[in-house]
């Protein structure tokens, strides 16, 4: 008996230590741009683009892909790593065959494990030929010089080898199966959102090892200091979603029955902005199926809405405000001057009755929102927000955001206003945004306002 | 060589030579008895057309000094400036002086400050008028102390003698002594001498600008004065077809609702209560819309299409000049915004059958005009005095809200009344700078000079403003309205389409076309630099591109070409500060770019040299530093002008890389900051250089609008340097270039 | 009726709740530094202090105000004793038309009362809410820094009174 206990250690442990090291992969000479195919190169970069590597490789005032950014996590914070071709700092000695091996394995040319921060529990999905063209891509970027930052976990966390206990639970090698009874959109969005968009590594819960919960996938997440909402059947979004919608939404930034896509999802819209079309419709196909038909009650309320958002008829603001006076009174003063014209998104404030920020599980997207208002982009047509941390205190913010929950949502009252609004307050760093240039149409009529 | 031909209307008539003006004296010089037959000079600037003196200096008695301009201040620190000039001429301390500008009951009728005249016209007027009153002064002291005017200087304020007797200039003026004509000729002060003049003196309106004090036309508060909004129709031609306004004469501090045609406001007692019942007005007022404009994506199509006048504005020919490698190019602008940060504003006080208007209008004799033809009363009966806004560059919203605030005024008599305009009525009512068009072919020689030039250049007219009340939107729109004048193109040598579309360069062949437009489907007017932005943008660009083909540095192919030696001493100036080395090669992402022009080819010169940066991933470009030279003659207040160079850079760069008015088939729909942004403090370069070359006792030259032609070129040619890539549509956007550079 | 402390005064203000601070400022108080400039909080031109922050005065109703301290840039100092800030405009000479002048000095107020040594980076990062159409921008960046050592300054004791202690 004990022999067999003995065998089954020593297996253990062979297995153990045989995932934890891995072997490293003989570096090359950075290859020169000019070997790569400009058409696998271009590919490459719309792949990047769905891929949103520069989000997270690229410090905000800083060179394209040289990493340095701090993502913080539930353990520390990790810093993304230079993916430029540098030969000393970047990835300009990694041959092919070790970048394929970081997307579908986490492991660096070292041999040395990848922070999962870097989703390639997606990024396994990714096909032999796009990896090609992701490599071919990177390749081809200007070089940077910039040396990897320290993260910040404290131990064994920042033990690499922790690492591999967390791939042997929870990374499911492999490349996407198609799925043979859906259509061939279905399955290029499918592909698309499970691999290279990792939509899951914001949307879906995690778990204490931070890992996404594979029963709760697209339930809703967290990112910074926001949450990434639910974006299947268990979504909030006041009117519910469908194809049409998602696509619209992807590809401009926005949709007048939704909103303006704002903090991290300003980024992604931003990126796919320059994705050709299919794939963008690809995705938004898929998502519908994953949203699925919302239920008739649901879709009701959300003809509702839609209806009371058009027309300016009395709202029930007499009932919401009830002992909320002082909310109701801000929202009258500060919000409705904007949120209550008739001037149609994006330039418009939403009609507040849309706003799955407001009917969200809690009020942390709104607490941003009113604090740091939304920012101009350079030089670009975009939505310009005041922001409030100035001019009202957290007893003012929080009254607000009680009155904008009970008149705009028909979900229960919001619990721990206060501590939201101050926690939303000390993260102001949050970096508040809209995706550039969202699609202004000049034939589009719904952009006009009263001059 | 064939001598270059310019067609030019105002030569012609003219007959290449002065005016004919004479008038008798009556003061103490004597006129030169010139031959009946030949034409007597003029004197200069706008003493031409206004010769007494004291129409620009008063002395009184007891020895203050005023001096009038017909000028305004729009910003540019010409009530400094004029100060200055006038202190050093007359001899007086700066702070001993207070300057008067644009009055139609107190100041000459000096037109429009625009153009970049003001120091030209008005600062020459006065200085010549200074130093003449100082001549009579000085003339006066000698025949009171009975000795030669050569023994006699002046200093501080008095005429002193050799022998120390002083008499103050209070004492010396007589009723009537500067009621004289100028001279055509005055005893100006040697440059090198000026204590005043020259020197960065700080302007005088800064420090209640700095410290909250009444500077602006929106911080006018007279007594009982009430507060009107307009309702301006949603787009051009819109019809008021119901508007049911008795709610809104009763909401609280609701004094009056005016209506005439489509023409809608309310008035208040309060400003709060103003911009509420305005609100409450435009939702019960009913439009009838017209679908008018054409397609924002395609003004190229748009603007060639449309009939339009067609000149030879500049023709050279040289057979024996053979070009061998040709190249062309078109290039577009589209409507551009002024963009005023403070909307436009204006008060008006209608007592006992007299208008006052206080504006901020750039002209009030012709704002007078119209609004006294809007409302059918004598000119005479109208008073606008001018009081500053924020900048206006150009023809805004000004002239309308004063005409807004006249015709409100009217119908409170008695009852100061003050307009403001709303952000969204200033982007969607100002009249615009034009889109244009131009396209540019020529040739290089065997040897890499430019054997013929063709410049073609299609643009609406660049001034629809006022006299005449069909320019004014009140009285477009109200129930009897004046028509639109017809528009006419402004005449050459300073032209405005076709500003700066005639080459500063020599060429053995060139042929210049003004294709004048006359139907404006976008309201449009002045804008600083009229056609000189994109004409020299274009002209530029294509020496640049020239120089490609030529294999040559952007700043010696311009060298090559260029004879004029302040414009060259200009040009090496910029160069020089700029560190432009023939061969250097920008570091990586980076180009730099050089342009130069000398604005309407006779106002100040100015070369700008630029660093710009683009983000290859994002085709994000950022102006780096940039650095230039400005020669504008004899300098008057050198930090002004430098601030006006530095500024100049700025704006230019927000129009070349940002900027585009947006509509749809009926509306304006670029409406605020959101939908037409421009720069903002993270694109602001890091640093900007400005060369100034002072020539002493050389006549001043108007610099308000000489950098932002070159400016656009510099940073376009740096683009094109950067990427490899050329752009020719403004604006230069972060799209438009990352598609060059993926395409 | 509300009472609204502005530059250490306290008014008496008769103007509805919903009404911006900037007409209760310029119409109401009748001071002139706050300016109109697109009253949606786009521009900067309305900047004022908060109990110590700057906000965008044309969309702060006068509701929000109850208890807290307005600075206006009349509050900082006058022509003839004029703030650190003022001075550092007026020698740099950092205005063309000068309309948005006022809101950039308040912001620039508000951030050194916080950090007094911010960075040139900051400086321009504070700044992106405000608009400036002249393209005065460079001479604004100069007047702050300006600032940052006057400020420096006139916090040091006058030797006199250092050498009594």
Known sequence: ?451 | MNAPVILDRRRVLAGGGALIVSFSLTGAFAQDQAPAAAPAPKPPGSLATTPLLDSWIRIDVDGSITVFTGKAELGQGFKTAFQQVAAEELDVSFESLKVITADTSLTANEGYTAGSHSMQDSGTAIQNAAAQARDLLVAEAAKRLDLPAENLRTENGAVISSDGRRLGYGDLVAAGMLHVQAQPKSKLKDPATFKVMGKPIPRVDIPAKVTGGAAYVQDMRLSGMVHARIVRPPSYGAQLTDCDTSAIEKLPGVVKVVRDGNFLAVVAKKEFQSVKAMNALAAVAKWKETPSLPKQDDLLAVLTGLPSQDSTIFERSNPSAVGQKTIEATYTRPYQSHGSIGPSCAVAQFVDGAMTVWTHTQGVYPDRQGIAEMLRMPPANVRLIHVEGSGCYGHNGADDAAADAALIARALPGTPVRVQWMREQEQAWEPFGPAMVTKLKASLDRNGAIADWNFEVWSNTHSMRPGGAGSLLAAQHMAQPFAVPPPKPLPLPEGGGDRNAIPIYSFPNAHVVHHFIPAMPLRISAMRALGAYHNVFSLESFMDELALAAGADPVEFRLKHLDDPRGRDVIAKAAQGFGWQKGQKAPQDRGFGFAFARYKNLAAYCAIATEVEVNRETGRPRLVRAVAAVDSGQVVNPDGLVNQIEGAIVQSMSWTLYESVTFDDTRITSIDWQTYPILRFNSVPESIEVHVINRPGQPFLGSGETGQGPAAASIANAIANATGKRLRNLPLTRKRIKDAIDA | MMTLKVNGHDHQIDADPDTPLLYVLRDDIKLNAAKFGCGLGQCGSCTVIVDGRAVLSCVTPLLLLEGKQVTTLEGLGTISEPAPIQRAFMEEQAAQCGYCIAGMMMRAQALLQKNSKPTDEQIRSELEPHLCRCGTHMRILRAVHRAIRLMDTADAFPAAHRSAQ
């Not at chain 1, 000393?88 to 394929?100: D, H, N, V, Y």
């Not at chain 1, 090609?132 to 993260?151: D, F, G, H, S």
């Not at chain 1, 003809?303 to 958002?309: G, R």
């Not at chain 1, 000390?426 to 001059?451: C, E, I, M, W």
Request: proline share 8%; net charge neutral; hydrophobic share 40%.
């Open chain 1, 1 to 451: 008996m004990a022999g067999v206990a003995a065998g089954i250690v020593i297996v253990g442990a062979a297995a153990a230590v045989a995932l934890t090291w891995r072997p490293s992969i003989a570096a090359i000479d950075p290859p020169a741009p000019q070997s790569f195919d400009p058409d696998l190169v271009k590919r490459g970069r719309d792949l990047a683009a769905i891929g949103n590597c520069s989000d997270c490789h690229t410090l905000r005032g800083g060179k394209s892909f040289a990493g340095g950014f701090p993502v913080p996590t539930p353990f520390g914070t990790i810093y993304s790593s230079n993916i430029t071709p540098d030969a000393e700092t970047g990835i300009g000695r990694w041959p092919e065959a070790a970048f394929r091996r970081a997307m579908r394995s986490g492991v660096n040319r070292d041999g040395q494990h990848l922070y999962p921060t870097f989703p390639y529990d997606h990024f396994t999905n990714v096909t032999d030929e796009d990896d090609r063209a992701l490599y071919a891509y990177l390749m081809t970027r200007q070089p940077v010089r910039a040396p990897a930052r320290e993260n910040q976990l404290s131990f064994p966390l920042d033990q690499r080898f922790v690492i591999a206990g967390w791939k042997l639970l929870f990374l499911r090698h492999g490349t996407y199966q198609p799925d043979s009874t859906k259509s061939a959109e279905w399955n290029r969005g499918a592909y698309l959102v499970e691999g290279l968009a990792h939509c899951g590594a914001c949307h879906t819960p995690r778990n204490v090892l931070g890992a996404e919960r594979g029963s709760a996938q697209f339930a809703g997440g967290d990112v910074d200091n926001w949450h990434a909402y639910a974006i299947n059947s268990q979504s909030l979004s006041p009117v519910p979603w469908n194809a049409d919608a998602l696509f619209t939404y992807l590809r401009d930034g926005w949709h007048p029955d939704h909103g303006v896509a704002r903090g991290p999802m300003a980024q992604v819209v931003s990126n796919l902005s320059s994705v050709p079309d299919s794939d963008v419709r690809a995705i938004a196909t898929y998502m519908a199926g994953v949203f699925g038909p919302p239920a008739p009650d649901r879709k009701r309320r959300g003809d509702e809405v839609l209806a009371q958002a058009r027309s300016p008829a009395e709202s029930p603001a007499a009932q919401a405000s009830g002992n909320n006076a002082l909310g109701a009174s801000i929202y009258a003063a500060a919000c409705a001057t904007c949120h209550e014209t008739d001037r149609a998104l994006p330039y418009g404030g939403i009609n507040l009755g849309l706003s799955t920020a407001i009917s969200s599980p809690d009020p942390r997207n709104a607490a941003n929102t009113v604090l740091s208002g939304v920012r101009a982009v350079e030089g670009e047509r975009s939505p310009i927000m005041p922001g409030f941390a100035a001019s009202m205190d957290d007893t003012q913010i929080s009254a607000l955001l009680n009155y904008l929950r009970a008149r705009f949502s028909n979900q229960p009252a919001w619990t721990g206003v206060e501590k939201a609004v101050e926690d939303a307050r000390r993260t102001q760093t949050v970096f508040l945004q809209t995706s550039p240039g969202p699609h202004n149409a000049p034939a589009d009529a719904t952009q006009r306002a009263k001059p």
